[in-house]
């Protein structure tokens, strides 16, 4: 089979693209792992309860937070109210080996299992607004409901001490198996019993932290009394339920019924401001708060195990300017929203300008190492182009030079032995050989090539020196060195001589 050799130029290039490639690859590997910005290593899991207005602001306030922290990601799910639900969520966050859970328990002993169970299974876990009952959990955060029920009773009793008829006052309650449903009663319930005096007389609904719960509780309420003086609502949304619940009933159509709420949250104040209900107490629901506390437990920092929120009660005089805060705040935090995506955005633009900066980076490098590569090869094909034609010129030229050296040696013999037997008539072209060590051919081509003539001619050209010397330097007549010289006769001699020198042989007088 026919083998195809590789030209080593191609191979040679070969290689070097190879490298190059190789190169280029590798930098772009780690240009663009460079370029991912602190990847997401925690995963969160968030249970909430439930998905109203109060929730809504707890989990912008999460998603803010979460801004600052990149290593974080949020998986949120909502019960919608059901205590089944949520331990399934929580659950699912268990199999799926969340790094770390937030729960905002629907009612504290139903959901505690589940709690619990995510906290044995080595989850931290971050207890927010609603408590669950026991001790199994890492964190808790949210806002004093005992106060707040204190608060209750405070307006309550100002609203006392302007009658002298104990007033009836209509509570309407949230979900009774959640932690601030209790604790709101518990205290405004104990509050008033220490104040003394008149004390109200106080009567309970289920609101269910629903508006619409709540709406239906009063209007059935109402319909069978029509002496409510007072209504509490243990929410903002209960509260303006129970607003409307009293607005549409007949027999309070001339009545005023101050009714609270709480949370503080906009459509709280924005109720207190159209005159839809009266005070409310503020309820921190501080998702910023929940989110860095994550942040400290994941990253092994100190933290606050119990925090309790501080709550105000809020009335008219204080609604208004509120709710204008609030909105400023909304809109700083939008433009602040704004400037996060723009930042992103500028953020990205800058990886892409770093993409195509290293990327400028890496080509110069690789045109760098292409016209290394060029030199490389052009000095390689110049090694090749000296070893193919320079060396055997040179090779030439010295071979020429030992040819030369040794025909001079030849030239040097072959005259010392011709004139040796310049005088031997038995000089003949073969007794030459004989002396020479050569074969005839060889004589005639190595005396033509040192002499330029035949071996004949040379001798005769010998002999005409050595004549012109004899006649120059002794007493011989021209017939005694023709005759000498082994010439036939001494007309021949005169003959060749004169072929020679241009001039007849003759004695030159010393
Ligand atoms: C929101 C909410 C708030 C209330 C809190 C109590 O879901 O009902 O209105 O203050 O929960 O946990």
Redesign the pocket.
């Given at each position: 089979m026919k083998k195809f050799a590789v030209h080593p130029l191609f191979s040679f290039v070969h290689k070097s693209y190879i490298v190059l490639l190789s190169f280029v690859l590798l930098s772009f590997v780690l240009l663009f792992t460079a370029c991912t910005p602190n990847k997401p290593q925690y995963r969160i899991g968030v249970s909430q309860?439930?998905d109203?207005a109060?929730?809504e602001k707890m989990n912008y306030e999460m998603g803010r937070e979460l801004l600052l922290h990149p290593e974080m990601t949020l998986t949120r799910r909502i019960a919608y109210g059901s205590n089944e639900l949520q331990c399934a969520q929580i659950d699912s966050f268990i199999a799926e080996r969340v790094d770390l859970l937030i729960v905002?328990p629907n009612e504290a002993e139903e959901v505690k299992p589940a709690v619990t169970r995510a906290y044995r299974a080595g989850i931290p876990v971050i207890v927010a607004?609603?408590r669950v009952t026991g001790d199994e959990w890492t964190a808790f955060i949210?806002?004093d409901?005992y106060r707040v029920g204190a608060l209750m009773a405070q307006w309550i009793e100002s609203l006392q001490s302007q009658s002298s008829k104990p007033l009836h006052v209509l509570e309407v309650a949230?979900l009774p198996g959640?932690?601030?449903?209790t604790l709101r009663h518990k205290g405004m319930m104990e509050s008033m019993a220490e104040h003394g005096g008149v004390q109200p007389v106080v009567q309970s609904v289920q609101g269910a932290?629903y508006k619409e719960t709540a709406y239906k509780a009063v209007s059935e309420f109402l319909r069978t009394h029509e002496d409510v003086d007072v209504i509490v609502a243990?929410?903002?949304?209960m509260a303006i339920g129970a607003s409307e619940a009293v607005h549409a009933n007949k027999a309070y159509a001339s009545k005023h019924v101050p009714i609270m709420g709480?949370?503080g949250i906009q459509l709280g104040l924005q109720a207190i401001v159209d005159g839809t209900i009266t005070c409310t107490a503020t309820?921190a629901s501080r998702g910023d708060m929940v989110i860095a506390t994550a942040a400290d437990i994941l990253h092994n920092e100190p933290f606050v195990r119990d925090t309790v929120l501080e709550t105000t009660l809020i009335d008219a005089s204080l609604a208004y300017p509120m709710l204008r805060q609030d909105e400023a705040i909304t809109r700083d935090l939008e433009t602040l929203h704004i400037i996060q995506v723009q930042t992103a955005r500028q953020w990205r633009q800058v990886q892409i300008d770093r993409i195509f900066l290293i990327s400028g980076i890496v080509l110069l490098f690789l045109l760098f190492l292409l016209a290394i590569s060029y030199i490389i090869f052009a000095q390689r094909r110049m090694q090749n182009e000296i070893s193919k034609e320079i060396i055997p010129q040179l090779e030439d030229v010295q071979s020429a030079i030992q040819l030369s050296q040794r025909d001079m040696l030849f030239a040097e013999r072959l005259k010392q032995v011709v004139d040796e037997h310049l005088s031997d008539p038995e000089l003949t072209v073969e007794s030459l050989a004989n002396m020479l060590l050569l074969s005839r051919t060889q004589v005639f081509r190595r005396v033509k090539s040192v002499t330029g003539k035949g071996p004949l001619d040379y001798i005769r050209e010998q002999r005409l020196i050595r004549a012109e010397q004899l006649l120059r330097t002794t007493d011989m007549t021209v017939q005694q060195v023709a005759l000498e010289l082994c010439f036939s006769s001494p007309g021949y001699f005169s003959k060749c001589y004169k072929e020679y020198f241009g001039h007849l042989p003759s004695k030159v007088s010393r």
């Open positions: 309860c439930l109203d109060w929730r905002s607004d609603r949210g806002g409901n949230g959640s932690t601030p449903a932290w243990q929410n903002d949304l709480v949370d309820y």
